[in-house]
């Protein structure tokens, strides 16, 4: 039985592992490094802060305080893990105020290094007016900055789905957007149908999307502000430049101490959250999970994930057996007026999984078609020929496409055929859904591709 | 192989039906009777109507004409079978237009005769302003009466789902409505909690909810108008009377050609739709069906189970071999704001069916709580404490209940239990779904409760 849990890192899984220890074990002493200020709060929220939908104040689920009031997690801020020694069973920690270096020993460890954003590798990045969205810090910069220095243009780099909260969150502002994207269609990942509307959804709200473009360089001027991003199609004026390139695993510290990672960087656990060390368990964004689709390794960091993999990795560091067994994908953004969503795997990692794949295509009334209100709902199955197993699925329209996606993860996850699904008893209730729900239309036209 | 399908019945399982079996076998000839004038109309949509959400010609599904020229089905409207001669194999038929009897030959017969309103029994209640809402007439006549007559105040009789829709209909006609009712709870079959809700909702809106009462007559004036509505609490002034007392099958040309019914009086089937007799198969709303969640027989009038049986009895009539395994019962209403749904079996019935009932109600933001529009979803659990099994739900709420209903009865059709449920990987999104979905909270807590 574990004495001292340490934990590295205090945003979402950290805190989920430390208050799962000693809520399982209240004997344990759970001790939670993090090298920001901040810990415990709304990540994903942040580009709703920026547009002013959220307040701060609202944004902060825990202070280090109430963490240990309330969660009797020991927590230390400003405190940065250099080194794991897995043959002492001890961490070496910087205190980032005074400088001083001590070493804390573990009977049982928990990293959560989480993710760091991607970089371009371009002179300028660090200037003052391009910012990240990737911390609480970083959305109180924008903020200020919008309203400090009122930028009328904004570059956005990168297409997923932080550039499309942040687009609409900056058009919200008034400012104009242009959007720099390495592909032909935002969203890589999605069906191609999916993407295609999510570029007319961002151009029908005024954002210039620009397709196939590599960002080479930034013009500084002497305030050391970006005046202009330079591509290899052109130069584009800007006040503010958002990058939102993605992130990747923060596995520095891990992958010194002889830690395994994954293709993507992605720390390896098994489903007990363990890693290759003994004592050592590793969740959140620092590491890959299991996608149960296709039983292949992903990098996926959600906060669902992170959370349900801190659960586990708390538990069991506290003496218990908990599992987490892997995940779907199951997410969705809000791109101005319509939901898209994403469960499963796409049609792309299906063929590359090996099965042979069968898409389709259907739009069906989200409501009784003649009740007002009713708009159409687009739902694009993936689906195996050999089992007639639903792989994967995008969902999108105006209303009710996210709850739909969740009704077809159930599906995915539980591997059902298509057949099954048809046969379905869902709702049907004029101002809600029709007669048949556009998951049984989309179930009985994917039968025909089979 | 049938050579000559008769249909008895155009509104919904009975054109489903025809339609199907021309389709699989374009070789027989189908002959479709109804009593009325109209076919295959929009039924659950007339509380619509009537409030001047959608036009008359957008109820119609299909005319006579239509449903020849493009499902080749032949209709005969005012003709009412009077008779079924299963050993001659034919039907009787009265032209209602002419006054003549005819007799038919079918090698294959389908009873599709649906239900028939229930009644009061008591004086009055055929007065020219109280009317019942189950057909495309009865909608005209309230719409017409509306606005010819300018009725002030209306009485509602019967508090389940037409009484809901015609509530919010008629105090969107600026109506003072009262509702009658011989429980204590509006939508019998709903769980307390619901039932309060839905109360509240009701009274919210400017309804007069008067509970436990039984309507003894009604005073009717020289011009064959109720004035008055007699109850055992007292009178009701009345400008016009709603009644909506639910329906029973209309089984009585079935019955007197020895096709059994169950308790409820519908029509007996087995899982190919076809009845007790050789050759003649039943579908809609004059059936029972199974429900496949405590196995028994159930009487569910719904357009959902109507269609899938006549589907199933259309195909079968025409010599295929499809199968209706059952519902679950999946339904839901608008009540003025709320949305409110029930899926499964409710306590009562679970309890009946002799399981071992844990109910948990929980509620939960729609949205991340901190996200403007976010409202709480109150989601009822019935699980059963031996198997873990999800039997049945209710989930109501502002937003977003209906279609995380339709996820709940993924789980409960398949049997799943809530500690799979749990593990269910759902979306997380701010401005559709918290970190935690509503569903998850409520699984989390049914299982603290087995």
């Not at 810990?39 to 920026?50: D, G, T």
């Not at 547009?51 to 280090?64: H, Q």
């Not at 792309?348 to 989200?366: L, Q």
Request: proline content about 3%; some cysteine; overall charge positive.
């Amino acid at each position: 039985m574990a004495r001292r849990i340490v934990v590295i890192g205090g945003l979402a899984a950290g805190p989920s592992a430390a208050s799962k220890a000693v809520r399982v074990n209240p004997d344990v002493e759970v001790l939670l490094f993090e090298q920001g200020e901040n810990v415990s709060y709304a990540i994903c929220e942040i580009p709703y802060f920026i547009a002013g939908e959220v307040k701060k104040e609202e944004l902060i689920a825990y202070t280090p305080r109430t963490l240990k009031e309330k969660k009797g997690v020991n927590v230390r801020v400003w405190h940065h893990v250099e080194a794991i020694n897995p043959t002492r069973r001890s961490v070496v920690v910087r205190d980032l105020k005074t400088g001083a270096k001590l070493e804390e020993h573990y009977d049982r460890l928990i990293i959560a290094t989480g993710s760091c954003s991607r970089m371009l590798g371009v002179k300028g990045e660090n200037a003052r007016n391009v910012f990240h969205v990737k911390t609480l810090v970083h959305g109180l910069q924008i903020r200020d900055f919008i309203e400090s220095a009122k930028p009328k243009k904004a570059v956005i780099i990168g297409g997923g789905y932080i550039g499309m909260e942040m687009a609409e969150a900056l058009r919200g502002e008034e400012l104009e957007v242009t959007m720099l994207h390495r592909h032909s269609l935002p969203m890589e990942g999605l069906e191609r149908g999916t993407r295609e509307r999510v570029r007319e959804e961002l151009e029908k709200h005024g954002v210039e999307f620009v397709a196939n473009v590599h960002t080479e360089g930034f013009v500084v001027d002497k305030d050391q502000k970006v005046t202009h991003v330079v591509t290899t199609n052109g130069s584009y004026e800007a006040d503010l430049v958002i990058l939102s390139l993605g992130v990747t695993p923060n596995n520095e510290v891990a992958r010194r101490a002889g830690i395994r990672v994954g293709a993507s960087g992605g720390i390896l656990t098994d489903q007990r959250q363990l890693t290759n060390i003994d004592n050592i368990y590793a969740a959140g964004d620092c590491c890959e999970v299991k996608n149960i689709v296709n039983n292949r390794q992903m990098y996926l960091p959600l906060a669902t994930i992170g959370s349900r993999g801190g659960w586990v990795a708390g538990e069991n560091a506290a003496g218990g057996k908990a599992i987490f067994a892997g995940a779907i994908r199951a997410i969705a953004v809000k791109v101005f007026g319509i939901e898209v969503a994403q469960v499963g795997i796409s049609s792309e990692e299906a063929r590359n999984s090996g099965f042979d794949v069968a898409a389709e295509t259907i739009s069906a009334w989200s409501r009784v078609a003649i009740m007002p209100g009713s708009t159409k709902v687009t739902i694009i199955t993936i689906a195996d020929k050999k089992t007639r197993r639903l792989l994967g699925a995008n969902v999108y329209g105006e209303e009710g496409a996210v709850l739909r996606a969740n009704t077809l993860a159930v599906g995915i996850q539980h591997r059902m055929t298509i057949d099954v699904m048809q046969q379905w008893d869902l709702v049907y209730s004029p101002p809600f859904a029709p007669l048949w729900d556009p998951i049984l239309v989309a179930a009985n036209a994917t039968r025909k591709r089979l």
